[in-house]
């Protein structure tokens, strides 16, 4: 069973500061890995999405990087604002037969970024 | 943001009744999921669907059912709704199976007193 782990729970960090928030997985047979933040009360909103056969993928001061082999993914924020405050979610894609595809997700890092 | 739409966005009902969620979503998307969020639990999978009348199994599916008669409209039911169903239930749509992103609606509070 595919289990998702994100360290730490819970980041606090001192606005402009550059950081890094951590998710690893158990099985390294996925499909693609998506990162999303939901800010409470809310839903998820994607960020980004990293196929298997991907490295890493950019969108503004958003980078996230997947190393499969591992079993590793990092999601980078360069320069955090106080806008960037919410909890971060990673989720591995899996095929479970029948042509569908599941998500796993992790239970998140909570990031406060602090003026 | 994706037109996905859920109704109702807050309830409350007694232990033993039957509650309907319903999604709605404009994008004509093929797949769509049912996920409960519980603190120390993340989010978990329900019902998915690939196809109007197309579902399948989650997680977390007992005491739980669902169905798709239009494109458009995924609908999960509690038929008699117990404590350990009160949860947060989001909805969620992707165009392709695999390779395409998940993108949610702004979830139903589910309060089962």
């Keep these: 069973k595919q289990e998702v ?6 980041l606090s960090v001192p606005e402009g500061e550059n950081l890094v928030l951590n998710c690893s997985f158990t099985d390294s047979a996925i499909y693609n890995l998506q990162w999303f933040r939901q800010d409470p ?6 960020l980004l999405l990293i196929q298997s056969s991907q490295r ?9 990087s997947l190393d499969k082999s591992s079993g590793r993914s990092t999601l980078y924020i360069a320069a955090s604002q106080p806008g960037d405050s919410a909890t971060y979610l990673c989720a591995v894609r899996r095929y479970s037969g029948a042509g ?7 239970k998140g890092t909570k990031l406060s970024v602090i003026p | 943001d994706a037109g996905i739409t ?10 033993g009744t039957p509650v309907t969620l319903r999604c709605h979503q404009t994008e004509n998307h093929r797949y769509m ?36 008669s239009k494109t458009e409209d995924f ?27 998940q993108y949610f609606g702004p979830g139903t509070r589910l309060t089962v007193t």
């Design chain 1, 56 to 64: 890493e993928q950019t969108s503004g001061r958003l980078n996230a």
């Design chain 2, 6 to 15: 859920q109704s109702p966005r807050h309830k409350v009902t007694e232990t």
């Design chain 1, 5 to 10: 782990t994100q360290i730490p729970a819970a």
């Design chain 1, 100 to 106: 569908s595809y599941q998500l796993t997700f992790g």
């Design chain 1, 41 to 46: 009360g809310k839903g998820l909103t994607s």
């Design chain 2, 75 to 101: 609908l999960l039911t509690l038929e008699s709704a117990t404590s350990s169903q009160t949860s947060v239930y989001f909805c969620a749509i992707s165009l392709l199976a695999g390779s395409d992103e």
């Design chain 2, 33 to 68: 999921y049912w996920y409960r969020q519980d603190p120390g639990h993340g989010l978990r999978l329900i019902h998915y669907s690939y196809g109007v009348k197309d579902t399948d199994k989650g997680e977390v599916s007992d005491g739980y059912s669902v169905s798709r």
